[in-house]
């Protein structure tokens, strides 16, 4: 092979489309311009395109990302792709030269640094799996296209038609793209250009698809925008000339200086800032699915839809068919915390679809979008009749007519399924999101930054590309994944719970007592954590508990890793915390406490080994455990907020603001006007004090003027 390659021509090429995943903005740039001086049909559109390359070498990635771009296809045969790939000879020819096959290799990776995340990297295999699996017939030191050299690439624009004499003739043929689109690894123009000629796409081939008539009422594709491409006259391999669409320079150089003028502000931006941006990003995407909030769109441009009632259904309204309803129905009474909620509700079929717009809400940033239905979910799972009417759904304190038209649809469609629902479950993004939400110490914000800013689509991605920048309880997240999803039954939660409590007692003593709140205590047949609460009638003997709890029960082994150890209440002298905090997140929970991963240690022929000699590994499952300290004193407060569904939780401190003036957290009340802390459980008088902190609770509940809610009338969500 001489020093220069051949001048490359890609002009009988389809439409080419080059994937951004794990492509630096510098050698994107440059992939680009190798395109152009190529001849190549480059487009922004990944639908307008029949090939598309990519530093990918899944079938499964490259399948998303069709998905992604909004592209309708289906899968083709794999019969059909195996008698495809054509049988090329072993030894590839330039000229009079030959080259042998090189041997199987592990690409080295590109060392490159990346704005969004310095550990990013491209997506190298064994050659072995791209494409067909038939060897890479090129030899060794193949690099990336921002790192060749000009006299390894070939640097002028003028397209020359006809191959040089001696090279292979172009190893397509039209009818290989007719009515298909392939994704290709771009190794295959990193060789090409290497070579001089246009390499077997087969060898390099990841997924191949064919493409299904566009529908008119499917979205448009969400790629770039880009100006018309002007259409210049280019040969054929024939000779003859045809009409083709090229990428001029101005448009390359206007989409450098829009992705410079994106990358700029990224060193200066703020948390905040940041956020923004994600959410912006989230709402483009989202604007136009029918799982979204119309409040963002033009209200001009949308047509209203009217909540329609037949004659039959007025007049069964009017002759008071209803069931009698309840008295906070009546009374319109708006906060959760002033009603019952079971755990099971006649209405769970369409609770359930409402559940999975609000998490799609969550997970694309709508933070009014979530409050307004969890309230609406609240109201719905507290009212004690299966809803028969849109009328029923209308009586509901927190539901309006938008609740009313998906009951409507809901109740209507053959499947009881709302087209909300539907598109939820059939989003790629929102798929995306949910996967990385479900980690342990991710949550909706950052689910949102590893899509847009880090561009990972899966868990590889986030262990090839991004593990050094996960922090520690990410990481465990992801490496205990599967785990994590498993729910834990109750009579594991209370062998963890009596396990918890014997150390607790053993470095303290046997006044120590121990409270399993969450889901378990609201009935609940499975868990996805244990949540405990650890408290002693001696002030002092709660100070710096949660350390000595830990320690303790990592030596025997329970606890494999400690991944929060928090002692905020013990460093502020386990007082309630201020009206005013200067806690940097204070939040509803401030206590003392550890987030601990669990193993039990008690499994068939422990300590014994194998064929081989080594140990038997634990089978045990390994579980998420939370304890939390809380002091006398509060304890009450700690039990009732741990225990109550997250939507009571939040309309106890909403309760307590707007009726009371009251500040209500895990750790206490306090008064909103003074910062003087309420005495709720009568802990002054050490006459008057609690036995337990179950009474404690139900004095919290009288304090603050409610009716005592046993923990199964928690429920709502």
């Known amino acids: 092979m001489s020093s220069t390659p051949s001048k490359l021509d890609l002009s009988s090429f389809p439409n080419v489309y080059v994937l951004h995943t794990h492509v630096p903005v510098a050698e994107l740039h440059d992939i680009e311009q190798h395109l152009i001086k190529a001849g190549a049909a480059l487009t922004y559109d990944i639908c307008e395109a029949r090939l598309v390359l990519g530093y990918i070498s899944k079938p499964r990635r490259a399948k998303f990302e069709l998905q992604a771009g909004n592209v309708r296809f289906k899968e083709v045969d794999p019969l059909y792709l195996t008698s495809a790939v054509p049988q090329t000879e072993s030894i590839v020819k330039q000229g009079s030269q030959d080259l042998p096959p090189s041997k199987r290799r592990k690409l080295r990776k590109i060392e490159t640094q990346s704005t969004t995340d310095q550990s990013t990297a491209s997506e190298y295999e064994d050659s072995s799996t791209i494409g067909s699996g038939t060897e890479a017939e090129v030899d060794l030191g193949a690099e990336p296209l921002s790192q060749l050299s000009i006299s390894q690439v070939s640097t002028s624009p003028t397209i020359d038609s006809s191959p040089p004499p001696g090279l292979p003739p172009i190893p397509y043929t039209p009818k290989d793209f007719e009515g298909r689109i392939k994704v290709v690894n771009l190794h295959w123009l990193n060789d090409s250009i290497r070579l001089g000629y246009p390499q077997d796409i087969q060898k390099y081939l990841v997924y191949e698809a064919e493409l299904l008539p566009s529908s008119p009422h499917s979205q448009t594709c969400s790629s770039p925008a880009a100006a018309p491409y002007p259409v210049v006259p280019s040969r054929n391999p024939d000779g003859n000339v045809r009409e083709r669409t090229i990428v001029s320079k101005d448009i390359v150089d206007r989409a450098k200086a829009e992705a410079e003028s994106k990358l700029k502000p990224k060193a200066y931006f703020s948390r905040a800032s940041k956020r923004d941006r994600l959410s912006d990003a989230a709402k483009c995407d989202f604007s136009n699915r029918s799982f979204m909030s119309t409040m963002s769109q033009n209200s001009f441009s949308q047509r209203r839809h009217l909540l329609h009632q037949t004659t039959s259904e007025y007049e069964e309204d009017a002759s008071g068919a209803l069931p009698p309803m309840p008295d906070w129905v009546l009374e319109n009474k708006l906060y959760s915390c002033e009603r019952a909620t079971p755990l099971n509700s006649p209405n769970a079929a369409f609770i359930a679809q409402l559940m999975e717009i609000k998490t799609a809400r969550l997970l694309t940033d709508d933070e009014i979008g979530v409050r307004a239905y969890s ?10 009749y299966q809803i028969q009417s849109t009328s029923e759904i209308l009586a509901l304190p927190g539901c309006d007519q938008k609740i009313a038209l998906l009951f409507h649809e809901w109740q209507t469609s053959p499947d009881q399924r709302t087209q909300a629902a539907k598109d939820i479950e059939n989003d790629p993004v929102l798929k995306v999101l949910r996967l990385f939400y479900e980690i342990w110490g991710v949550g909706a914000t950052t689910a949102r930054e590893f899509y847009y800013d880090k561009k990972w689509r899966d868990l590889d991605d986030i262990v ?254």
Not at 375 to 384: E, G, H, K, M, Q
């Open 375 to 384: 309230t609406s979910i609240a109201s719905i799972a507290a009212y004690p």
């Open 464 to 717: 090839e590309f991004g593990w050094s920048s996960l922090s520690r309880v990410q990481q465990i997240g992801v490496k205990y994944y599967d785990e994590f999803l498993l729910k834990i039954p109750r009579s594991e939660v209370e062998v963890i719970a009596n396990i918890v409590e014997r150390h607790a007692r053993k470095v303290v003593d046997e006044r120590i007592q121990c409270v399993i709140v969450g889901g378990y205590r609201r009935g609940k047949v499975e868990s996805g954590d244990v949540d405990l609460i650890l408290s002693h009638p001696e002030q002092s003997a709660t100070a710096g508990l949660v350390d000595k709890v830990v320690r303790s029960l990592e030596k025997e082994g329970w606890i494999t890793h400690t991944l929060i150890l928090n002692m905020t209440n013990t460093k502020r002298g386990q007082e309630t915390l201020p009206y005013i905090s200067n806690t940097k997140g204070a939040g509803f929970d401030t206590l003392d406490k550890a987030l601990v991963v669990w193993q039990d240690q008690s499994y068939r022929g422990k300590g014994s080994s194998d064929e081989e000699g080594k140990e038997l590994k634990n089978p045990n499952p390994h579980r998420r455990v939370d304890i939390i300290i809380s002091p006398w004193r509060t304890v009450g407060c700690a039990v009732a907020g741990w225990t109550s569904g997250t939507t009571f939780q939040r309309d106890l401190r909403r309760y307590a603001k707007k009726v009371k003036g009251w500040k209500f957290d895990s750790s206490g009340v306090r008064e909103r006007g003074s910062g003087r802390w309420i005495d709720l459980e009568g802990w002054a008088d050490p006459k008057t004090r609690c036995k337990d902190a179950y009474e404690a609770e139900r004095r919290v509940f009288k304090g603050l003027g409610l009716q005592y809610r046993e923990p199964w009338d928690r429920c709502t969500g």
